[in-house]
């Protein structure tokens, strides 16, 4: 997922260092059995990088197709006009609870994606909680195919 973020966002020569050095890294660190660690490493450059991304690339109607749309239906519910019977930049097909979350975004004048940001960091931080305590054992799958070999069996 980090990797298709920062190429469809930033689509540079950056982008391909910053992925190369991030995925380096992981492969080090799940070598040497640093999964716990990897894991961290990972959620953290993911929810810092999805921070940048919403600083660096704005909401577009031409090239975004969700937000616009909520956006104008939250502010069609604050003029108490009918929601449905709007003209909107493309179809509006969203259940109530799927843009009446983004009302306080929409009437204090923040930007939409906060409200993601905001459930990306509390889902990144609880996993990192569980996996401190051990109740989550991150990538144990791929490890057990990397010490997995045709001549012994599986355990």
């Known amino acids: 997922m980090l990797v298709s973020t920062v190429y469809l966002s930033v689509p540079t020569r950056f982008a391909f260092i910053l992925v ?15 999964d716990r660690t990897c894991i961290v490493l990972l959620l953290t450059i993911n929810v810092a990088m999805s921070i940048v991304l919403v600083e660096i690339v704005p909401i577009d ?10 956006a104008d239906a939250n502010t069609f519910l604050m003029q ?3 929601l449905y019977a709007q003209v909107y930049s493309n179809k509006f097909l969203y259940l109530p609870l799927q843009w009446l979350a983004f009302l306080p975004f929409v009437t204090t004048g923040l930007d939409l994606r ?36 045709p001549e012994r069996p599986s355990r």
Do not use: K, Q, Y
């Not at 109607?61 to 909520?70: G, Q």
């Open 20 to 34: 190369g050095i991030i995925v380096a890294n992981c492969i080090l660190l799940l070598w040497v059995r640093r």
């Open 61 to 70: 109607c031409h090239t975004a197709d969700m937000l616009p749309i909520i």
């Open 80 to 82: 108490a006009a009918d």
């Open 114 to 149: 906060v409200l993601n940001l905001l459930c990306l960091a509390s889902v990144s931080a609880w996993i990192v909680w569980l996996v401190a305590r051990g109740r989550l054992a991150p990538l144990r799958w791929l490890l057990a195919a990397r010490s997995w070999s």
